[in-house]
């Protein structure tokens, strides 16, 4: 009995013994954190499990090689893809037509497909010119980009439909022949949208919203704001210009407007390359507000019942522009064809598909300069990010699959788009496969860290398996490392890949890690549709963009020079 008893009471108190190790322990990790603020003490737990997840992680640190520098300036002609790599959406049906560069709000499909379906009427038609059955081609393809293919002299088409006058005054800024044969082809209006319940808010604090009383409260960081790239974008150009002049008063370019801009554009959470990745960011529900053109917030009754429309700038009545020496018959066809879309009919169907919608809106500022235009896009360069740092990491997937034209492309576009990184900030680069590699630990992007990312890039390999989010991860440890020496510093990852991860951990490993430290994850994928990691660039509004090897170079070039 007494034996029996004995053995109760030793494992009863092995039981207590290790209830209080397991106590304790837990004791110690739960309170390490007491007396922090909250936000600290969720970032200390995130690098502990940082820590953690990046050690069972197989990693090498890559010796550095130096590559040559190319300090010619970046020509966006040389990186622009075949034009045929966007669609023609009305052919021409007779010898004698005239090729247009449409804007994609009318030149597309559905409610986007006005002038496409206006222009296949147009040539079903049978229209007859000084004696030849005539017609057009329709080229879809978004204003900045048309803009760099005619201002580069790539491809210039017999005439452009941007969505507003700004990229017909830039062109002939820069000298093409250019000729304004339509103010309008059909109505709309870019405007700002914000939620209704802090649309509500500034109204009780400023009386009334327009764009002044936006960017105050965006200055003031009363509002979550996110816009699009004036390079790329007539609506974000806009907004651009808008802004500048609201606050410079009549010197758009002097140190008032500067300043201004300055106040508002550091508490701007997100920049998007287009209007289409904007309105898919703006799903999460994170922004407040975002620009947008009216014509796609009147064909969303998502955005209709949840948000208030602003309208700002010039208006958005999608001129017509004839390019370079026309022959006679060809600025003909391009007369009748105006002439033909703004008759009633085409009117009313333009007016079905959202167009012409406030009509009696008129911009509130002078005519635009066109000379101003060029600067206004470089000032937005040099101060969108408020004089802060950046500290970026390319993650590179060199898996199997990459072999070949993808990496090399992939090569092509890192060695192109480092040209507009700027000084200030700093880089770094990993590449995974099965295991992940650091070329480049992050460092100050000075001529020698220069001259060792070109030479990291240019010494890439492809093989092996797809471990992205194990990328992502060392990615996160290296940022976290470099904001020790640069607490000021924006954090940014770019994840370039070609398909779905197939070894290593999962987005649902490292997303809470992600939500922690708000680092925005930009990816690109390379002729994939990579949803794990368009779910990864949402969690922190960020860009997701799908590419192929005929346009990726351009597209990671605007991306860069949006984010960097």
């Known amino acids: 009995m007494a034996g029996r008893s004995g053995g109760r009471t030793?494992?009863?108190?092995?039981?207590?013994?290790?209830?209080?190790?397991?106590?304790?322990?837990?004791?110690?990790?739960?309170?390490?954190?007491?007396?922090?603020?909250?936000?600290?003490?969720?970032?200390?737990?995130?690098?502990?499990?940082?820590?953690?997840?990046?050690?069972?992680?197989?990693?090498?640190?890559?010796?550095?090689?130096?590559?040559?520098?190319?300090?010619?300036?970046?020509?966006?002609?040389?990186?622009?893809?075949?034009?045929?790599?966007?669609?023609?959406?009305?052919?021409?049906?007779?010898?004698?037509?005239?090729?247009?560069?449409?804007?994609?709000?009318?030149?597309?499909?559905?409610?986007?497909?006005?002038?496409?379906?206006?222009?296949?009427?147009?040539?079903?038609?049978?229209?007859?010119?000084?004696?030849?059955?005539?017609?057009?081609?329709?080229?879809?393809?978004?204003?900045?980009?048309?803009?760099?293919?005619?201002?580069?002299?790539?491809?210039?088409?017999?005439?452009?439909?941007?969505?507003?006058?700004?990229?017909?005054?830039?062109?002939?800024?820069?000298?093409?022949?250019?000729?304004?044969?339509?103010?309008?082809?059909?109505?709309?209006?870019?405007?700002?949208?914000?939620?209704?319940?802090?649309?509500?808010?500034?109204?009780?604090?400023?009386?009334?919203?327009?764009?002044?009383?936006?960017t105050d409260a965006l200055a003031e960081n009363e509002l979550a704001m996110g816009y699009t790239d004036p390079f790329a974008s007539s609506t974000g150009l806009n907004f651009l210009v808008t802004s500048l002049e609201t606050y410079g008063g009549g010197d758009p370019l002097g140190e008032e407007a500067v300043q201004g801009f300055q106040r508002f554009q550091a508490n701007v959470p997100f920049i998007a390359s287009t209007t289409l990745q904007m309105r898919e960011a703006a799903k999460s529900g994170m922004l407040d507000a975002f620009v947008l053109e009216y014509q796609t917030y009147l064909n969303s009754p998502d955005l209709r019942s949840e948000y208030v429309f602003t309208p700002f700038g010039v208006r958005h009545d999608s001129p017509l522009y004839g390019l370079g020496d026309l022959t006679v018959q060809k600025r003909d066809i391009l007369l009748?064809?105006?002439?033909?879309?703004?008759?009633?009919?085409?009117?009313?169907?333009?007016?079905?598909?959202?167009?012409?919608?406030?009509?009696?809106?008129?911009?509130?500022?002078?005519?635009i300069d066109g000379s101003m235009l060029a600067p206004a896009q470089k000032l937005w360069k040099e101060k969108k990010n408020g004089g802060q740092e950046v500290a970026a990491v390319f993650v590179a997937d060199v898996s199997g699959s990459m072999d070949g034209e993808p990496l090399n492309r992939l090569k092509e576009s890192l060695l192109?788009?480092?040209?507009?990184?700027?000084?200030?900030?700093?880089?770094?680069?990993?590449?995974?496969?099965?295991?992940?590699?650091?070329?480049?630990?992050?460092?100050?992007?000075?001529?020698?860290?220069?001259?060792?990312?070109?030479?990291?890039?240019?010494?890439?390999?492809?093989?092996?398996?797809?471990?992205?989010?194990?990328?992502?991860?060392v990615a996160m440890k290296l940022l976290r490392e470099a904001l020790v020496a640069r607490p000021q510093a924006k954090p940014v990852i770019f994840v370039l890949s070609d398909g779905e991860t197939n070894t290593g951990h999962s987005l649902d490993d490292i997303r809470g890690l992600v939500e922690t430290y708000r680092i925005p994850i930009y990816t690109i994928g390379y002729n994939a549709n990579v949803e794990a990691l368009k779910s990864i660039s949402a969690i922190n509004e960020a860009v997701s963009m799908n590419a192929d090897t005929d346009d990726v170079v351009y597209k990671i070039g605007n991306l860069l020079n949006a984010q960097m």
């Open 10 to 214: 030793a494992v009863l108190l092995g039981a207590i013994t290790i209830f209080v190790f397991v106590a304790v322990y837990y004791g110690i990790a739960f309170t390490s954190d007491w007396g922090q603020p909250a936000g600290e003490a969720s970032t200390s737990n995130a690098d502990k499990r940082l820590d953690r997840l990046v050690r069972r992680i197989d990693v090498t640190i890559a010796e550095p090689v130096k590559g040559i520098v190319d300090l010619a300036p970046v020509q966006v002609g040389d990186s622009l893809p075949d034009i045929e790599k966007y669609p023609v959406t009305v052919q021409p049906s007779t010898g004698s037509y005239a090729e247009i560069f449409s804007s994609t709000e009318k030149g597309g499909e559905g409610v986007d497909g006005w002038l496409a379906e206006a222009a296949q009427a147009f040539n079903d038609a049978g229209i007859v010119l000084n004696g030849e059955l005539v017609s057009v081609k329709l080229r879809n393809i978004a204003s900045g980009t048309a803009a760099d293919y005619i201002r580069s002299g790539k491809y210039v088409p017999d005439a452009f439909t941007p969505s507003n006058e700004l990229w017909g005054a830039m062109i002939q800024e820069d000298g093409i022949p250019i000729e304004l044969l339509s103010e309008r082809l059909v109505g709309n209006v870019a405007g700002i949208v914000t939620k209704k319940a802090k649309h509500d808010e500034l109204v009780a604090k400023y009386g009334f919203v327009g764009v002044k009383t936006l």
């Open 336 to 367: 009748s064809f105006a002439e033909f879309v703004t008759r009633e009919r085409w009117q009313q169907e333009g007016t079905r598909k959202g167009f012409n919608g406030l009509e009696e809106y008129r911009p509130e500022s002078k005519p």
């Open 416 to 473: 192109a788009g480092q040209k507009v990184l700027g000084r200030e900030n700093s880089i770094g680069l990993v590449s995974y496969s099965g295991e992940v590699r650091v070329e480049l630990p992050v460092g100050t992007y000075d001529t020698n860290q220069q001259s060792m990312f070109v030479g990291a890039v240019e010494s890439l390999r492809a093989g092996g398996e797809t471990a992205t989010f194990d990328g992502i991860a």
